[in-house]
Each structure stands twice: as C-alpha cells, then as structure tokens.
Nanobody
Framework: VQLVESGGGSVQAGGSLRLSCTVSGFTEENYCVSWFRQTPGKAREGVAAISSTGAAYDRGSTRGRFFISQDNSKNTVYLQMSSLKPEDTAMYYC????????????????????WGQGTQVTVS
C-alpha cells in the first residue's frame, strides 16, 4: 500500500492550492483518508478527513477555506485550499486507515496505519 501526495508549493497569502493523495494497493471497502499538517517542533494536526461513504470532517480553523473530496475512479483524495494564510505553512501529509472516519477520532494521528511522505506548502 502506498500513499503519494502531490500539489504542494509556494504561494502568496490569499492564493490557492490543491493537494492530491493517490492511494495504491488499498483494497478495503471501508476506509478513512485524512490530511494532516505539521510545522517544525509541533505535533501533526488533522486538517480534514473523508470516509468511503463520502462523509467528510474538518477542523474549525480551516472550515470554509479547505475542502476535502475524492475521486474513486482515480483512487485519489484532494484537499482544495483557498484563501491561504501564512499560518497554513506546513508539511502536509496524507493518512489512511481501513475503517470509516469517526467524528471523535479522525484527527488523531495514532489512529492511522498508513502515511505518505508529505508535501510542503509555503504561504508568504
């Protein structure tokens, strides 16, 4: 199983980026795929998650600016980020687990079995 993120880069404040997480080798019918981000010296924090059912979750600080979606035909989960702020600067990681997302746990790093290598987002 492999998760590969792409789409990161450098943008000015107010700009947009779309991150992609392509999942290969994952055959579970039920799953949860999430986006986390991490800045140096801090723990990873959950940004958004989406279940196999299509149910989506996000964190309050990015609500209305970040949107998670999936294209099952491409085995890809997207994170559309708009109105970016300097505080959104971080390494963004994709994570997956073979169970549906749960409201109280989707943002907990320990609940995920699989991780991608990350993609850097820099907002100036």
């Amino acid at each position: 199983v492999q998760l590969v993120e792409s789409g990161g880069g450098s943008v000015q404040a107010g700009g947009s980026l779309r991150l992609s997480c392509t999942v290969s080798g994952f055959t579970e019918e039920n799953y949860c795929v999430s986006w986390f981000r991490q800045t140096p010296g801090k723990a990873r924090e959950g940004v958004a998650a989406i279940s196999s059912t299509g149910a989506a979750y996000d964190r309050g600080s990015t609500r209305g600016r970040f949107f998670i979606s999936q294209d099952n035909s491409k085995n890809t989960v997207y994170l559309q980020m708009s109105s970016l702020k300097p505080e959104d600067t971080a390494m963004y990681y994709c994570a997956a687990r073979p169970r549906s997302c749960v409201l109280l746990t989707w943002s907990l790093e320990a609940y995920y079995d699989l991780w991608g290598q990350g993609t850097q987002v820099t907002v100036s």
